[in-house]
């Protein structure tokens, strides 16, 4: 008899549990001549050898498919253990599978174009209106990256702009105040990991998410860098933030130029870039349109009608402008 020790580190623990310790109790179930005791990340299991190494060779398969699909079912169990393969859900165009198996793929020909250039190109630059799935599928392609083991790090940033609000009376210490400004790549993450696993990559800086101004000085190698809300950038964050770039690394910047919070005459540093480096090899361009936007329809009505109003008062302050000028002459 040897006891023998299985670690479960490529997927949370719970979901390889299961409710209630559903998964464990069907293992232990199908291996009667094994003793097992299961707490934390760590399986002990008692028993011959060659059945101990029969579990741990079964318990990894069981784990890669979790890892690949973020979820585990009871059938999966039963397949592998008895020697059968698992049912393998469609993977097609898909770029992760979220919580609880959710896929996670393009939703329309500008996304997927975003997908193409991200593994054609080390840097992208993805830009257009809000709820287009910018951020959402720059999320996913780093996460993706993380777990194919493309990249050792995902840094994540973005420019703390105040739009008409101001930080400095918002209780707590800096990381209070500048987190409101990061939640929605909280939110994105939170919709691909799961909560332990993503507490413990933040907590190794695997994954790290910081406002803009902490990354000068640094060289980001082996690394998937996000750039969000890049058109609040001033032009000399931009040129710092792009050398960043470091040996295998790649990065993805997202933005929208029509909603420029930065003071009255400053120029937007993503405006200046895009510039100054189109054209340039190696750099990808991706520009949604409001037809792209796949939030609540309702979200694309609403862009419609400020766009319209935005149109009306423009021409009638070109009319205005127009009459004042025939009156002085």
């Known amino acids: 008899m040897i006891e023998r020790i299985v670690i479960i580190d490529a997927i949370d623990p719970q979901t390889f549990y299961g409710v209630n ?3 464990i109790s ?3 179930n199908l291996f009667p001549k094994l003793r097992m005791a299961a707490r934390g990340n760590v399986i002990k299991v008692i028993g011959e050898d060659s059945e101990t190494a029969e ?10 498919y979790a890892c690949k699909y973020n979820k585990l079912s009871e059938d999966v169990i039963i397949d592998v253990i008895k020697g059968e393969p698992p049912k393998e859900m469609s993977s097609e165009g898909v770029i992760i599978f979220g919580q ?3 896929p996670i793929a393009a939703r329309n020909p500008n996304q997927a174009k975003m997908v193409r ?9 993805a830009l257009g209106p809000a709820g287009t ?3 959402y599928i720059a999320i996913a392609l780093a996460v993706a990256a993380l777990k194919n083991r493309q990249a050792k790090k995902i840094i994540l940033s973005r420019p703390a702009v105040e739009a008409g609000e101001k930080l400095g009376f918002l209780p707590g210490d800096m990381k209070d105040k500048i987190d409101p400004y990061l939640q929605p790549l909280y939110d994105a993450l939170e919709d691909m990991l799961p909560a332990i696993k993503l507490k413990e990559f933040m907590e190794n800086n695997v994954i790290q998410i910081a406002p803009l101004a902490f990354m ?3 060289t980001l190698n082996d690394a998937i860098i996000i750039l969000d809300e890049a058109q609040n950038t001033t032009r000399h964050q931009m040129k710092m933030f792009l050398t960043r770039l470091g040996m295998n690394a790649k990065m993805i910047i997202t933005g929208d130029v029509t909603q420029i919070d930065l003071p009255r005459n400053t120029q937007s540093g993503l405006l200046q870039a ?3 480096l189109r054209g340039v090899k190696g750099i990808g361009l991706i520009e949604y349109e409001k037809k792209d936007i796949v939030r609540h329809p309702l979200v694309q009505r609403i862009v419609d009608a400020y766009e319209s109003r935005e149109k009306q008062v423009n021409d009638e302050f070109d009319l205005n402008n127009s009459q004042d000028k025939n009156i002085q002459e």
């Open 274 to 276: 895009l510039r100054i």
């Open 21 to 23: 310790n559903c998964n």
């Open 216 to 218: 000068r000085g640094r």
């Open 55 to 64: 579990f741990e060779k079964k318990i990894k398969e069981i784990e890669a």
């Open 100 to 102: 609880n198996g959710k």
């Open 133 to 135: 799935g910018k951020t």
């Open 117 to 125: 250039s991200f593994q054609e190109n080390d840097l992208t630059f």
């Open 26 to 28: 069907l293992i232990r």
